[in-house]
């Protein structure tokens, strides 16, 4: 069992930046590929970003690439989104969430869900 709870969003001018962090419960945390996605209003759920359990295979969806960071820190259970260039479009709910696969890049692959952090970006 993994609990997950996102911290970090909030509002921010465009071109900003913003750092989430997800910090995981659970003494596999180590074991687990984090993912990060996002749900604009009025759209469906979209992956973000990725990384495997060890750092090593790293996903961003076309949209973020350039633009956003993952990295985990298993030592503090903790994976990190680092955010920059924010646009008006990146406005929406982040969630981060484990999978028990190396790695995932769709949400029916991951089994624990945080609750969600909400950045919103003003034009």
């Known amino acids: 069992q993994v609990q997950l709870v996102e911290s970090g969003g909030g509002l921010v001018q465009t071109g900003g930046s913003l750092r989430l962090s997800c910090a995981a419960s659970?003494?596999?945390?180590?074991?687990?590929?984090m993912g990060w996605f996002r749900r604009a209003p009025g759209k469906e759920r979209e992956s973000v970003s990725a990384?495997?359990?060890?750092?090593?295979?790293?996903y961003y969806a076309d949209a973020v690439k350039g633009r956003f960071t993952i990295s985990r820190d298993n030592a503090k259970k903790t994976v990190y989104l680092q955010m920059n260039s924010l646009k008006p479009e990146d406005t929406a709910v982040y969630y981060c969430?484990?999978?028990?696969?190396?790695?995932?890049?769709?949400?029916?692959?991951?089994?624990?869900w945080g609750q969600g952090t909400q950045v919103t970006v003003s034009s």
């Open positions: 659970g003494r596999t945390f180590s074991s687990y590929g």
């Open positions: 969430a484990a999978t028990s696969r190396f790695i995932g890049t769709a949400g029916g692959e991951y089994d624990y």
């Open positions: 990384i495997s359990w060890n750092g090593d295979s790293i």
